[in-house]
């Protein structure tokens, strides 16, 4: 067991995630060996098997990796580039063959509706709620639900917002009366919380 010592609560989650990833790894291998099949591609969605999910920490820094941090802060200042924030998209805007030609949005439900143009193209990224139903108050998709709730019907497409399936995760607690890994660092950070560190 390494000596406790006082630290910084930061360094305690960094020394957690740098020496308990390396056991991660032997997940796979271990579930195999009790005939849990690893699964091949569980992206594909079939999930079945024994894989590790993909993790939103950079490993350059050990801090939560998220859309902000991954993709607009390295940027240079751009002229080409305005964000705005505390709104929500609302509708797209289409023009000719049903291609989007805007974005609409609002700051509220009740607020006047603003709208922006694109030259090239509206890159839809709502995730599994937010796309469906950025896209049916849109007017795409099924045209008995978008009559139903008095939006126009721009493109009839069933599939819109239909079979959402959650996915089922399985997480194992045991505790142990012997000596492990998690337990020294578990007595680190406990040691360091103590001192206010």
Known sequence: MSKLRPCSFSLCRLTALSSIVPLVGYWVPTLSA???????????GQTWGSFVAAST???????????????IDPLPPRSNLHILPNVMVTRLLFGNN???SGVEYATSSTSARSSVGVNKEVILT????????????????????????????????????????????????????????????????AACLQHNC
């Open 57 to 71: 920490i950079n490993p350059n820094n050990w801090t939560r990796s998220y859309s902000r941090s991954a993709y």
């Open 34 to 44: 009790l005939g849990i099949p690893e699964s091949p591609d569980p992206y594909d």
């Open 126 to 189: 709502g995730g599994a709620i937010g796309s469906p139903t950025i896209l049916m108050q849109s007017g795409v998709g099924p045209q008995d639900i978008l009559q139903a709730a008095g939006v126009q019907a721009a493109l009839n497409l069933p599939g819109v917002g239909q079979h959402l399936q959650d996915h089922v995760v399985c997480h194992f607690l045991l505790s142990s009366r012997e000596s492990t890994h998690s337990s020294h660092f578990v007595s680190e950070c």
């Open 98 to 100: 049903l291609t989007a």
